[in-house]
């Protein structure tokens, strides 16, 4: 049950603190044989999918940020987001991996940041060649269809590197850009609740590691607050919307989630919004605030 309006305990299931050392130090590596690091973020909750100790992994290798899922976040907010990391000195790209949206943006984005690198290379008398990146990102923001959509769904592999083990690999994705694809890597630690929440939202922590019921009605009040006409909308209801499990109610009446007797069916309610929440079919939506960008 909820303990309150706004929180809810989502337990750290994810990395123990070893797997995350191990993590680390893979990408460490590995940084040496990559122009670029790739940044993967929900572009609806680009905050809450970013891992807060990436930034010091990184160091100084050229970073550049993908918003993917970008066709399920609010336009205006993704722009804002594309200004915030212009502010940080960050390139940051929205892109639709499914549908290919902004994927030619993003490997000439990649191209630029890995330019001075490659055209070094030459002037030390190299021989010209792709730009090389490493994606990193928390599971389920679409790393697999990111790369099967720039590679056109015929991943080439290239020849091993020195120093690249047999468990990653070089792809080939187009004449431009070569990916190392690694494991998937760098799940946050969930200190932050808000953020892990955002995560259930969103689908990108299982189903089964929280009480999927509170975290239904958390996303309810939360889109009732901020976007009630997109249930309105899907649901068919009327403002001012019920709150809390009498909105839950209501929407299982409407899309006839019901058991012998007119009973709520409360499970397939849940799943129902869910579904339509994290398909967009409640609209585009965006989680996390933009923070504000310090004047010059």
């Given at each position: 049950m909820m303990q309150?309006?706004?929180?809810?305990?989502?337990?750290?299931?994810?990395?123990?603190p070893g797997h995350m050392r191990k993590a680390e130090r893979l990408v460490q590596e590995n940084l040496k044989s990559v122009d670029v690091v790739v940044e993967l973020l929900d572009a609806r909750i680009p905050m809450s999918s970013a891992n807060p100790v990436l930034r010091e992994i990184v160091g100084g290798k050229p970073r550049l940020i993908v918003l993917n899922k970008a066709d399920l976040a609010d336009e205006y907010?993704?722009?804002?987001?594309?200004?915030y990391y212009a502010a940080e000195g960050l390139s940051a790209v929205p892109v639709d991996a499914v549908k290919g949206k902004g994927t030619k943006e993003l490997v000439q984005a990649i191209a630029r940041c890995a330019k001075p690198k490659t055209d070094k290379l030459v002037q030390h008398g190299?021989?010209?060649?792709?730009?090389?990146?490493?994606?990193?990102?928390?599971?389920?923001?679409?790393?697999?269809?990111?790369?099967?959509?720039?590679?056109?769904?015929?991943?080439?592999?290239?020849?091993?590197?020195?120093?690249?083990?047999?468990a990653k690999q070089w792809i080939r994705?187009?004449?431009?850009?070569?990916?190392?694809?690694?494991?998937?890597?760098?799940?946050?630690?969930?200190?932050?609740?808000?953020?892990?929440?955002?995560?259930?939202?969103?689908?990108?922590?299982?189903?089964?590691?929280?009480?999927?019921?509170?975290?239904?009605?958390?996303l309810l009040n939360r889109l009732r607050e901020d976007t009630p006409q997109s249930l309105c909308t899907r649901y068919r209801l009327d403002e001012p919307l019920p709150e809390g499990i009498e909105l839950l109610d209501a929407i299982g009446r409407k899309r006839g989630c019901l058991r012998a007797g007119g009973k709520i069916d409360y499970e397939k309610s849940e799943q129902v919004i869910l579904s339509d929440f994290r398909s967009g079919r409640l609209g585009r939506i965006s989680l996390d605030a933009v923070p504000c960008i310090p004047s010059v």
């Open positions: 309150n309006d706004n929180v809810i305990d989502i337990p750290s299931l994810q990395w123990y907010v993704t722009r804002a987001w594309v200004k190299a021989k010209p060649r792709a730009a090389r990146c490493m994606i990193l990102g928390i599971p389920n923001v679409g790393k697999s269809s990111l790369i099967n959509r720039l590679s056109g769904g015929t991943k080439t592999k290239v020849e091993n590197r020195p120093g690249v083990t047999r994705l187009g004449a431009q850009l070569e990916l190392l694809d690694m494991p998937g890597i760098l799940w946050p630690k969930f200190e932050d609740q808000q953020a892990a929440l955002h995560l259930a939202f969103t689908g990108a922590i299982n189903d089964n590691v929280y009480d999927v019921g509170s975290v239904v009605l958390l």
